[in-house]
DNA sequence: GCCTGGCACTCTGTCTGCCCGAGTGCCAGC
DNA sequence: GCTGGCACTCGGGCAGACAGAGTGCCAGGC
């Protein structure tokens, strides 16, 4: 077990590090913090910490920098979330009022993270499959040829095109319309498929095919992971990242490009509270020397998608955490409201 | 006038340079290329180019690299559009085949762009200016609030929610969308306020209010220039891009956050054939040391949006307008057939 | 027992001087 | 107008020296 006074030190060379991206010094370390001791102890207590494996040296005679483990217990323990200014609330109240639909939120919340964390923003679009239907369109464009639109309550559309297996008259469409959004509508889309089971037996013979064409493409719809779309930004940011660029920013850039890796690293999160993971704690071997902070987001009290910021591992925790989380609650009201 | 020869030459540095990205000499020339006189003659040539201000010299005693006005005329004058080979025809056709909606043929697109030319992809969605409405929906939420969907005949869908001024009854919500519906279906967005005028006079006096207000939301949606997404891709081979990063990077991957600007730059392009831009050529300062390459693309004759790639002005411009030609085509297929 | 000041040691980053190679410009000759 | 030759320039790489920062350890003091 740690003492009160090495975790200070482990404190501060976490907080010095990440201002100065320098190594640091048990002299610095004094004249910056009041431990109260002097230089030579905290080399006695860097020594600890660094035989337990918290902090190590670049080369000998360098200062120590935190290592992935330290900043997971400065995290931990040593350090709470920073929450934001009254003004910094206003701002981000503000500035994501002004959005006109749902895209526009997602984008808004992006420059935003961005902006706030000074690193790169990642938000997923609130997910289908926690939310809950709104509506069913089905529009008629040529005898056998239906368009199915999905509404959500946070006000995504989802659009298919459907070719039928036997023309389908305007009536029978109707019917089928009406009978869809008086069982599926206000209801969870993972009750769906429970739903809507027995409504081809409702049609006459010759329909039931098309029915069961358009309830299979609406079920679809309703599970398709690949439609889980994110929103990335604040790239930029990466070139403040190190002096030793090309190497470390390209595997990032990959993993940004991936999509899928995105979702899995924020899949990853725990679905309540945030999640911080440190370095190598992250799957992707390009995000091995990055940090990611990511937490839930949700109109009600639920979360439907996460967003979160990738940074250097060695970056402003406490304040990152509390810019993620400040967003994330205005995200929430925002799509509460609409 | 430049002689043939001279021409010869500073093609053999575009070249060179290109391959290489190291400053050529004239040795180097005459061995790699059958120019069929001595280096000393070469140099000599090097000397009248670099006069015209086609080349310059990065330090005394240091090989040529092409100006941009160098590059400029090697693209006009020296070099074609190298065609992609069958393989890869065949290749970029399965490959954007595959795609099951709208926003699946631009990912693809923007993927394909990136792989093939190794450079940052930018691809426009098709744009709401110049297609077609395939269909208007409205749809009932609540008593005085209504849902417009807006699908265009590329398969966007917008939607827009509406609080009317007054209640309006399900009935007179049909009546509007057929009457809607049968003047705008199959009609351009630009005919569309036209179309829509008079359409408020066909009205009880109590619906009016909520019908004008319906129909400036649907013209609102059909011009909201702020609407014209992008998406962009291949970022990472951004750090291929020289070995002096961040600086040469940092203001490129700030320009193409910027929608807005790539939006302008795309916008800037020749509606018809290719747009090569230059360096100092492009107007945003980021990216004075790329080029851009763009070309419209569209399902019918006419080009609807736009593609491109952002490289290092040091690109292979005819490998890169050929790639950029080539997936332009099969998209404007793709978009055709479906 | 813990903290402290002092001292020797180590390593990095920087600066200097040096040399080599690549490339040029120019000139005289064909 | 092309060519070979020659002197000149400049950047890159390498070795050595040096200063600065930081450490580890030890003996002494509270």
Redesign the interface.
């Known amino acids: 077990m740690l003492s009160e006074r090495r975790l200070q030190v482990l404190r501060a060379i976490v907080q010095d590090y990440v201002g100065t991206e320098e190594p640091v010094g048990s002299k610095a370390l004094t004249e910056r913090h009041n431990l109260g001791v002097s230089p030579a102890t905290v080399r006695n207590d860097m020594a600890a910490l660094e035989d337990e494996g918290y902090i190590a040296q670049p080369h000998t005679s360098a200062g120590r920098i935190p290592t992935d483990k330290g900043y997971r217990l400065f995290v931990d323990k040593l350090a709470g979330v920073k929450p934001m200014s009254p003004p910094e609330r206003r701002a981000i109240q503000n500035f994501l009022e002004g959005a006109v639909?749902l895209?526009d939120v997602v984008a808004r919340t992006v420059r935003l993270l961005a902006q706030l964390t000074r690193q790169v923003a990642v938000v997923q679009y609130p997910s289908l499959t926690r939310s809950t239907v709104?509506?069913v369109?089905l529009?008629s464009?040529a005898p056998a040829r239906v368009?199915l639109?999905l509404?959500t309550d946070t006000?995504r559309?989802e659009?298919?095109?459907i070719d039928c297996p036997a023309p389908f008259g305007e009536a029978s469409l109707a019917d089928l319309r009406a009978r869809l959004n008086s069982r599926v509508a206000g209801r969870r889309f993972t009750d769906v498929p429970r739903l809507v089971e027995d409504l081809p037996e409702a049609f006459d013979i010759e329909d039931r095919g098309t029915v069961s064409t358009v309830l299979s493409t609406l079920l679809e719809t309703l599970v398709e992971e690949n439609e889980e779309?994110l929103m990335i930004?604040?790239?930029?940011n990466?070139?403040r990242f190190g002096h030793d660029?090309?190497l470390t920013?390209?595997p990032v850039?990959?993993a940004?490009?991936e999509q899928v890796v995105l979702l899995k690293l924020l899949g990853e999160a725990k679905d309540s509270g945030m999640t911080v993971r440190i370095g190598h704690e992250n799957a992707h071997e390009g995000l091995n020397s990055t940090s990611v902070v990511s937490v839930g987001y949700g109109s009600g009290g639920e979360a439907v998608a996460k967003l979160g910021v990738v940074g250097p591992t060695r970056m402003d925790y406490p304040g990152t955490m509390g810019a993620v989380r400040a967003v994330a609650r205005y995200v929430g009201q925002i799509l509460a409201e609409?």
């Open positions: 639909d895209d709104r509506h369109e529009l464009l368009m639109v509404i006000g559309v659009q298919r095109m779309r930004g604040g790239t930029a990466l070139t660029f090309p920013i390209r850039l990959e940004l490009e609409s």
